[in-house]
């Protein structure tokens, strides 16, 4: 087992890891015009969310919320730019080279690179914006070991907040798996959050707690994550082609086109749910450490 007391197992160590994480996929985004720098900070992000949450005991009520706040907000900002990028990349690409005469396409893929590119602009001018710095410097704070609580230098409180974390997310999961089959698309949306909340957790007590248990807890449950990545990714095309859809006449034939898209990306995306409830009884029966 590490030992948390180490400069290297504090949660001051890991949290200041993931600033430094968000501040290079900052630069990234801002010489980058692909989806690849916008889904870095989006994971970035992300994990400074689920730390903040674990260790929320550990820290300072009002900082932790502020920062929070702050990161839930940048994370809607990164991500509404990433979804453009997957719509581009993923649908309207593909489409165009099955049907390179089709202006209707060709007018919704220029109308979609012309909203990528305003994001993306607004997007690079929020990340050097007050509320911006003013979140990195607050989450900077937290590499400090004395900024934090004294529990956060305990290897047996540290561990239980960790395993009791764990054991929250686990039963939230639950509650989503027990009707996988008859999930509609929101609700399954629900149980791949709660299913990344989990893997997000058992990360950060990996880091602190290496435990071969938690280490195959974590392979089972990304192969159960990575087999639903498909229908996370038609519901965000689907949403951002529905956000394009406000500005077009309805009878007009880019407005069918965006419609048929939608439909043929949610047909593609052929869940298995027998298959879904398989990998998801085997990811629970497993010890989480």
């Known amino acids: 087992m590490t030992d948390p007391h180490s400069p290297a197992n504090h949660p001051a ?16 985004v801002a010489r980058d015009d692909a989806f690849d720098s916008a889904q870095a ?8 969310r689920s730390g903040l949450t674990l260790f929320r005991p550990l820290l300072p009520p ?5 920062l929070l706040d702050d990161a839930r907000w940048l994370s809607a900002e ?3 730019l990433r979804d453009l990028y997957l719509l581009w990349q993923d649908t309207l690409t593909p489409a165009r080279v099955a049907l390179p005469d089709n202006t209707a396409l060709q007018s919704l893929e220029v109308r979609a690179l012309e909203r990528i590119n305003s994001e993306r602009a607004a997007l690079r001018e929020l990340l050097e914006g007050e509320r911006v ?10 590499s400090d070991p004395e900024f934090w609580r004294p529990a956060a230098g305990s290897q047996e409180k540290l561990e239980a907040l960790c395993h009791e974390t764990l054991e929250l997310r686990l039963n939230q999961a639950l509650k989503h798996g027990e009707t996988l089959k008859r999930l509609d698309s929101q609700a399954r949306d629900s149980f791949r959050k709660s299913l990344r909340k989990l893997r997000a957790t058992a990360e950060f007590t990996q880091v602190m707690f290496s ?8 392979k089972q449950l990304k192969k159960l994550l990575d087999s639903m990545v498909a229908a996370r990714d038609a519901s965000a095309v689907r949403d951002r082609l529905e956000d394009l859809m406000k500005d077009m006449d309805a009878a007009s034939p880019e407005h069918h086109i965006a419609n048929e898209l939608i439909k043929a990306k ?16 085997a990811t629970e029966t497993l010890p989480l450490y």
């Open 13 to 28: 160590s890991i949290m200041a890891e993931v600033m430094e994480e968000i501040d290079t996929a900052r630069a990234f």
């Open 41 to 48: 900070l989006r994971v970035a992000l992300r994990r400074l």
């Open 62 to 66: 009002d900082h932790n919320k502020a």
């Open 78 to 80: 990164v991500t509404r």
């Open 133 to 142: 710095v003013e979140m990195m410097a607050r989450g900077r704070d937290m």
């Open 211 to 218: 435990s071969k248990k938690t280490k195959a807890f974590l």
């Open 266 to 281: 949610e047909a593609g995306v052929g869940l298995d749910h027998k298959r879904l409830q398989k990998m998801w009884r």
